[in-house]
């Protein structure tokens, strides 16, 4: 039971192939609860993977296969049993490139409450404002919620994107690279919303700024090749890592 | 998940299936109907009298003949001469559109010509009637111009448009670089053009007018009304001919059903159905290897 | 002008040849058919019946049934042709059900319409006992665009940018909540191009209507879906090889011809249009 609480999620032995390639080599990986875990790694390394293995985005590709075990709430996620519907509605994801729907602003955070049958009005209203709020975006476009946020500038639509995933208040966000597409203004925005999102939410971020990882994360997992390097404190393994492949990454040796 | 949204959820996935398979039993209902009724002409006539060039003569009161080889000439000679007209015209409106034609008359003409498929088949029938026979009649001194060269004439400028379109998108899609290299090394632009442009796409320009063809022979009311219709085996592209298309077209209106003549057209209809299907597989297949060739 | 030269300006003025003759061509036609159509469409000519052995009066009933026919097959048409496209583009693996679909979906496309017209006839005048009719006519007429409804609404899905699925399954929508709510209106204006193109096309053909509805002539419009019909197509056939005094009814006959182009040339400017302005890559 300590380890339940202490644990938001558990990875054991995670392997992944696509077609003949085998991509992730036996991944094991605590998340612990309300903390923000960064995924570091060469390019090729897998972790874009390894994230959207944990909310069965692989579903849609039949030529990826699954091995091994990825424990939420008491279930194993992998399990073709287990509802996706359900995996997505508790783990939010966030992506690389930002995707807001064709709609306006305020429909794009009020999308997830809808399908998920919330029908109050008010309730919907004071959702989307909460989501906005803790996005850091509501002072910028609380007077033009009904603007199409395919007007939104690049680093307001992630953040609109983020304000989408934690409308639904899901236990885990994922976010793949969410600042790979955004200048270095909308960056420190988003990572902002991040620290404060901690109190909230266990946060996986996959990232390839080195500096971001240590700047917002608590935890740091290295992967090389498909297979965890290391894996700790963000201070401990950015002062003292304990492998020689990790120093050698984080001093730039390689990339 | 609530038990109102799973039971929607599954019965739009399962309407969505059950649509697609729909568009397979209609292209297996098609098959089967001409195949059981054509079979019964086979049985009936004989493979070797439908091949034959005897003369088409189904409605004759004593005996009956039902000679298909005057109306595959027909068709033959009305399709194939639409590809001598289509193919050359329409390959070099595509060269000039993709090599030569400034970018502003490029975008007039190709929506122009691709605007020019959509002219229905009646409609260029009349023209035929109208504007190409006189004009025949007129150029070769015969007394009309319903006649096979007509039909071919119509045809072709039916195949065009989807030979242009595709043929100008081919044209585009050899990279530059093939071309840098021929000027680089001292070749003109004609030169650069038959020697390395034309090779490059020489496939995609057959599947072009593979598709184009595929059109015409399945093209019924525009031979209907500008060839003539005489089911005499031609002797030149001046014969008064009638296609496989026509036949049916003119025919089943009045024949009686479930009469020898009746399933005689249904075996007409396979055959067309036959042909267009092999015409398309072998466009499809050309197409495809181009595909693989361009990854 | 050396030798190199000269083949080169004689082979760069041959395609020009080429473009002149293709473009010669389709002005002559297109000259002649309005110089002597337009002047003779009138309110009478598009509101009246056939007077006189089709010698005068107008094409109104022709129209109405070119119209009603082509609306009704659009609208069996579009509903299936887009279910089938979504199956194949957001549902189906990479099985051989789907294969065998594809093919069958691209081989129906290039059937000719006069086999159309023989199914129908079999199927739905004789086999569903629904006569020469209005309905038999749509139902043959909505099989012949089925095809191009699947492509251009298969082409219109795979528009849509695979991260906004991916957007609405992360936030626990269902497959078929992402695709009705999401990928279906991204998609919308590239399904509507392809419905209005079909509707064109349907209106234009004459072979699938031949056996299965059309008629000569009739004295009142078409009152119930199993009633003949008129049709502007097979009315213009009619009037330019089976009247018996061709001449006469020539000037009719332009007349009808150039109301049908006039309605096939304002549906693809529709379409064209659509496809203009809501251009995918504009918007996201």
Redesign the interface.
């Known amino acids: 039971m300590a380890m339940e609480e202490q644990h938001c999620l558990q990875i054991e032995k995670l392997h992944v192939y696509a077609g003949a390639k085998h991509i992730l080599k036996g991944i094991s990986l605590n998340l612990p609860r309300h903390q923000i875990i960064a995924l570091i790694g060469p390019s090729g390394c897998g972790k874009t993977m390894l994230l959207r293995s944990i909310n069965r985005m692989h579903d849609l590709d039949p030529n990826i296969r699954l091995q091994g075990s990825i424990l939420f709430k008491g279930r194993n996620i992998l399990d073709p049993r287990v509802d996706p519907v359900w995996i997505r509605r508790h783990i939010g994801m966030v992506f690389q490139k930002p995707n807001p729907f064709a709609k306006s602003i305020f429909e794009n955070v009020a999308y997830g409450l809808k399908i998920n049958g919330l029908k109050d009005k008010a309730r919907i209203r004071a959702i989307v404002e909460e989501s906005l709020r803790r996005s850091y975006l509501w002072e910028e476009v609380k007077d033009e919620l009904d603007k199409s946020a395919l007007e939104l500038s690049g680093g307001q639509q992630q953040r609109l994107c983020l304000a989408r995933a934690i409308a639904v208040s899901p236990e885990v966000i994922l976010l793949d690279e969410p600042c790979s597409a955004l200048d270095p203004i909308s960056t420190a925005k988003v990572e902002e919303t991040l620290l404060s999102l901690r109190q909230m939410f266990t946060i996986l971020i996959v990232t390839h700024n080195l500096q971001q990882a240590r700047r917002i994360s608590d935890y740091t997992a290295f992967l090389y090749l498909g297979e965890l390097v290391e894996y700790g404190p963000t201070a401990q393994m950015f002062e003292q890592p304990q492998q020689e492949l990790t120093y050698n990454y984080l001093h730039g040796r390689f990339g | 998940m609530k038990a109102r949204r799973r039971f929607w959820n599954q019965f739009f996935e399962k309407s969505l299936t059950a649509s697609a398979f729909i568009s397979i039993a209609i292209l297996l209902g098609i098959f089967i109907l001409l195949a059981t009724n054509g079979w019964k002409a086979f049985q009936d006539v004989g493979l070797e009298e439908f091949l034959s060039l005897e003369r088409w003569n189904p409605s004759a009161y004593d005996t009956p003949s039902y000679g298909l080889g005057a109306l595959l000439l027909g068709t033959a000679l009305t399709t194939l001469g639409a590809i001598a007209i289509a193919a050359p015209l329409g390959v070099g409106m595509a060269f000039f559109l993709a090599e030569i034609a400034p970018v502003r008359l490029r975008n007039v003409l190709k929506p122009a010509v691709e605007l020019m498929a959509a002219v229905p088949s009646v409609v260029m029938g009349f023209a035929g009637i109208v504007v190409v026979g006189p004009f025949l009649a007129q150029l070769f001194g015969l007394p009309n111009g319903l006649n096979a060269l007509n039909g071919a004439i119509l045809l072709a400028f039916m195949a065009l448009p989807t030979i242009v379109s595709v043929s100008e998108d081919v044209v585009q899609a050899v990279p530059r670089t093939y071309k840098e290299a021929s000027y680089a090394l001292g070749a003109n632009r004609w030169e650069t053009l038959v020697q390395v442009t034309l090779p490059a796409c020489y496939s995609g320009l057959l599947a072009a007018v593979m598709l184009g063809v595929g059109r015409a022979i399945g093209e019924t009311m525009t031979v209907l009304m500008a060839t003539g219709n005489a089911t005499a085996v031609p002797t030149s592209f001046f014969s008064s001919v009638r296609t496989l298309t026509a036949t049916v077209a003119i025919e089943m209106g009045e024949v009686p059903t479930g009469t020898t003549h009746y399933y005689v057209l249904f075996a007409c209809a396979l055959v067309l159905f036959i042909i267009t299907l092999i015409i398309n597989i072998v466009a499809e297949q050309i197409a495809t290897q181009l595909r693989r060739k361009g990854q | 002008m050396n030798l ?2 000269f ?2 300006r004689l ?2 003025a ?6 002149l ?3 010669a ?2 002005a ?2 297109l000259f ?2 309005s110089w ?1 159509g337009i002047p003779v469409l009138s309110w009478e000519f598009l509101t009246e019946f056939p007077q006189k052995g089709m010698t005068e009066g107008g094409i109104w009933p022709a129209i109405f049934g070119t119209t009603a026919v082509t609306l009704l097959a659009t609208l069996l048409a579009a509903p ?1 042709g887009v ?2 496209a ?3 583009e957001e ?4 099985g051989w059900l789907t294969q ?2 594809r093919a ?16 129908g ?3 739905f005048v ?1 086999g569903m006992r629904m006569g020469a009719s209005v309905l038999a006519s749509a139902c043959t007429l909505a ?1 012949l665009t ?2 191009a409804v ?1 492509a251009t609404t298969q082409e219109a899905l795979r528009q849509v ?1 695979r ?15 992402t695709t ?3 990928v279906l ?2 998609a919308l204006p590239g399904i509507l191009t392809g419905v209005i ?1 079909a509707l ?2 349907a ?5 699938p209507i ?2 299965t509805g059309v008629a000569f002539y009739t004295r009142y419009l078409p009152a119930s879906l199993f009633d003949e019909f008129m049709a502007l ?2 009315h ?2 009619i009037l ?2 089976q009247h018996h005094e061709p001449e006469a009814v ?1 000037p009719i ?2 007349g009808t ?1 150039i109301t ?2 006039l309605l ?2 304002l ?2 400017l529709g379409a ?1 249009i659509l496809r203009a302005q809501y251009h995918p890559k504009k ?2």
């Open positions: 190199r030269t083949w080169m082979g760069l041959s395609l020009v040849v080429c473009t003759i293709v473009v061509f389709m002559a036609l002649d058919l002597q299936l279910a089938c979504v199956w194949l549902y189906a693996g990479e065998l679909t069958a979906v691209r081989n129906l496309a290039g059937v000719p319409s006069i086999v159309y017209g023989l199914f006839l079999a199927l004789q099989l089925l095809p699947i940018p991260s906004l699925r991916e957007g609405a399954l992360a936030l626990g929508a269902t497959r078929w909540e009705y709510s999401i209106p991204a193109l064109s096309r209106a234009g053909e004459t072979a031949l056996f197509p097979y213009l056939y330019a090889t020539r006959a332009y011809a049908l182009l096939v040339f549906l693809n064209f918007r996201l």
